[in-house]
């Protein structure tokens, strides 16, 4: 028990490290008139596509291959949860509600989640290869 929370905690830290990094890093090279959180947006749907990985090597692996408890939570709950951010999916979402952008707020939300699933589908599937 003591392993996974250390494992988790570990995950956390690297994934946030890395959210804060890759979603910077977007973020700076989109225009400044672009009212679309296209930082939020990466790191969220990279996710998606790293967690499918994920559990599509450990679904196949399995039972063969035994990978402990404590990796898999660093990788997905740990590592994935860290660097996904719903929070701050859901606060751009208000914003975009709050500036009476709609359109844009209903497009977010509609492409974050087809694009989201559709990545995770993908990560799975590549593990079938």
Same mark, same amino acid.
């Given at each position: 028990?003591?392993?996974?929370? &250390?494992?988790?905690?570990?995950?956390? *830290?690297? *994934? +946030?490290?890395?959210?804060?990094?890759?979603?910077?890093?977007?973020?700076?090279?989109?225009?400044?008139?672009?009212?679309?959180?296209? +930082?939020?947006?990466?790191?969220?749907? &990279? *996710?998606?596509?790293?967690? +499918?990985?994920?559990?599509? &090597?450990?679904?196949?692996?399995?039972?063969?291959?035994?990978?402990?408890?404590?990796?898999?939570?660093?990788?997905?709950? *740990?590592?994935?949860?860290?660097?996904?951010?719903?929070?701050?999916?859901?606060?751009?979402?208000?914003?975009?509600?709050?500036?009476?952008?709609?359109?844009?707020?209903?497009?977010?939300?509609?492409?974050?989640? &087809?694009?989201?699933?559709?990545?995770?589908?993908?990560?799975?599937?590549?593990?079938?290869?």
């Amino acid at each position: 028990m003591v392993l996974n929370i &250390i494992a988790v905690f570990i995950g956390s *830290g690297l *994934g +946030g490290m890395c959210r804060y990094l890759v979603g910077n890093s977007v973020q700076s090279h989109i225009t400044a008139s672009s009212q679309f959180p296209w +930082g939020t947006f990466a790191v969220n749907v &990279i *996710g998606c596509f790293l967690i +499918g990985i994920f559990y599509g &090597i450990f679904d196949r692996l399995a039972p063969s291959v035994i990978i402990p408890s404590h990796i898999r939570l660093l990788l997905t709950v *740990g590592f994935c949860g860290g660097f996904t951010t719903f929070s701050t999916f859901i606060n751009e979402n208000y914003l975009l509600f709050q500036s009476s952008n709609f359109l844009l707020l209903l497009g977010y939300v509609a492409v974050s989640v &087809i694009v989201g699933f559709a990545l995770l589908y993908v990560g799975f599937a590549l593990t079938r290869i």
